[in-house]
């Protein structure tokens, strides 16, 4: 597989990817857009290496050029929204926490979706579907909420699957409260038509630093989020 092909494979790439960012719509707010471009970059970037370099070893580009481009999309919004809210007090210190890493979670789903319908069976595999676009819509909500509620964008959302959700946010001056209030508005609603009570939340989150990105120490952070969630 030589060198050529491989740059004949990247043009190819490149030119599909510029046919199809001209399609992008131009109205709508900047979620919008941005969901619009996610989809395209996940498109013709999933096979392309974030870094294929290495010092005096060998490189292995096991994350793909799109996860690394929205994961620092992600880091810069939250450090932005945090600086500017702290009147950037903080902007060279590297060891303030100025991020939360947060996870939302879901319990009870399968629970609730497979229930057995009381009305009726013959609408059973259309009452499944609306179960199941009923949880994928009220975690959408939620994660809209903290977005809101912190005065970011979609670009903190690291990852959206299987009713967990895991957010970088800004640790800014009011972070405890404001997710406080957005827990009791949810449960709250959790008790009502169409789950009352039957799925539960989970929002469990761990304060990081700018040095905590660093290979290796991520991993420690990973693990400390999820004995916050286990608690």
């Known amino acids: 597989y030589s060198f050529e092909k491989r740059k004949m494979d990247y043009e190819e790439l490149w030119k599909g990817f510029l046919n199809d960012f001209k399609k992008l719509p131009e109205k709508g707010d900047f979620n919008f857009k941005y969901e619009a471009l996610r989809s395209l970059f996940f498109k013709y ?14 490189a292995i580009p096991d994350v793909s050029l799109a996860h690394h481009l929205f994961t620092t999309a992600a880091i ?3 450090l932005e ?20 890493f947060l996870s939302v979670d879901f319990s009870g789903i399968q629970k609730f979706i497979f229930r057995p319908p009381k009305e009726t069976k013959k609408w059973a595999a259309k009452i499944l579907r609306a179960r199941s676009l009923a949880v994928s819509l009220a975690l959408e909500t939620v994660v809209r909420m903290f977005i809101e509620e912190f005065g970011v964008n979609i670009s903190v959302l690291l990852m959206n699957a299987g009713g967990k959700a ?36 989970k929002i469990s989150y761990v304060f990081m630093n700018e040095e905590d990105f660093k290979v290796g120490k991520f991993k420690e952070k990973l693990k400390e989020l999820f004995k916050e969630e286990s608690e």
Do not use: H, Q
């Open 45 to 58: 970037m999933w096979c392309i290496p974030s870094y294929t370099y290495a010092d005096n070893k060998v």
């Open 76 to 78: 810069a919004t939250s």
């Open 81 to 100: 929204a945090f600086e500017r809210a702290t009147e950037f007090e903080y902007l060279d210190d590297s060891t303030y926490e100025k991020f939360i």
């Open 166 to 201: 895991w957010l970088l946010l800004p640790n800014l001056p009011s972070s405890t409260e404001k997710i406080k209030k957005i827990r009791a508005e949810v449960v709250n609603r959790l008790l009502e038509d169409p789950f009352y009570g039957e799925v539960k939340l």
